[in-house]
């Protein structure tokens, strides 16, 4: 279902862009615009990080090493760069996912591409960082790969800009609050789809009152319930998405407590899940929490208990 909420600024271009950001990111906007397709965008990238590279490496490969003094080598053609495309274009799209809000075309856009680099035919592109290096190949598009080009640390990355202590999360209405949550919901997405697993990033962490980072709502009367309402409003699309809610549910019966992970960043198990809905109890029952706040704490709750009934008996893999 679409969206009427308003995108916010991008924040795609800067001062610092040369001449390869500008082409990767002119094709992002044309696709969040929808001026292109999705897999359009994903053929047009695609295709100019091959193009880009191989041009690079026969450039470089016209001049042999062996046929070149020393002076001449310090000017030598570098080896091609392929990761730096990459890097530069994946950071953009993170930077998207904040822009856009749940179920607005331009989140769908973002979600399309990387699905169609997903699925596009493998390919490889020449590469290497440095010109000292050897050469090397990168293989294109393999989300597969549990932490290709580090992806989930990227989001992270962009997950500690948003919500540091005393951000702008825990001021009702601003964009932050309002990019905190759209990020949540792109995140959500792209973790059930098995494009980028961000569940350690998952905002309803937040709303643990044993956790370090759970401010005193004692000494913070304002900041602290606002804090926390920022952060239940950006975690409920994890519960609430039709798409989401089910398997987070799932993933959450497939362990006990925390203690039972392998993986000390691991977030789903049912300890946190009866965690989360004492808290969204709370929430609803105290009035220094907004109205917007409590209203979507009772529709969270209650739609977890609704996902409990309708997944009752069954199991998990």
């Known amino acids: 279902m679409a969206s009427d909420a308003k995108p916010l ?40 990080i091959v193009e880009k590279s191989n041009e690079e490496m026969q450039k470089r490969m016209k001049q042999p090493r062996e046929d070149l003094t020393p002076e001449e080598e310090v000017n030598r053609p570098p080896l091609p760069n392929a990761s730096r495309y990459i890097n530069s274009m994946l950071e953009s799209v993170i930077v998207l996912c904040g822009a856009f809000p749940p179920d607005h075309p331009g989140q769908d856009r973002i979600i399309q591409f990387l699905e169609a680099l997903r699925e596009m035919p493998e390919c490889q592109v020449p590469e290497s960082e440095t010109i000292n290096k050897h050469d090397s190949m990168i293989t294109l598009w393999p989300f597969d790969r549990k932490n290709f080009f580090s992806l989930p640390y990227k ?29 949540q919901s792109a995140m959500s997405r792209l973790t059930v789809t098995k494009l980028v697993d961000c569940s350690f990033l998952c905002a309803l962490q937040y709303l643990d009152p044993s956790a370090p980072h759970y401010p005193n709502l004692q ?36 362990f006990e407590k925390v203690d039972d992970m392998g993986d000390s960043w691991d977030m789903w198990c049912m300890q946190n899940w009866r965690m989360w809905k004492r808290q969204l109890a709370f929430v609803v029952g105290d009035k220094r929490f907004s109205d917007e706040v409590r209203v979507v704490a009772d529709r969270t709750g209650k739609r977890m208990v609704e996902l409990e009934e309708e997944y009752k008996g069954s199991t998990t893999d």
């Open 9 to 48: 600024d991008m924040r795609l271009f800067n001062e610092h862009d040369d001449v390869d950001d500008l082409l990767h990111k002119r094709i992002l906007e044309a696709m969040v615009n929808g001026d292109i397709s999705p897999k359009k965008a994903a053929t047009n990238i695609t295709a100019w």
């Open 155 to 183: 989001f992270r990355f962009q997950a500690e800009d948003y919500s540091y202590p005393f951000s702008d999360i825990e001021t009702p209405g601003s964009d932050l609050r309002q990019r905190w949550r759209n990020f």
């Open 219 to 254: 000494e913070r009367k304002i900041g602290g319930p606002n804090r926390i309402g920022g952060d239940l409003i950006a975690g409920s699309e994890w519960i609430l998405r039709p798409e989401v809610g089910p398997w987070v549910y799932q993933e959450c019966k497939k």
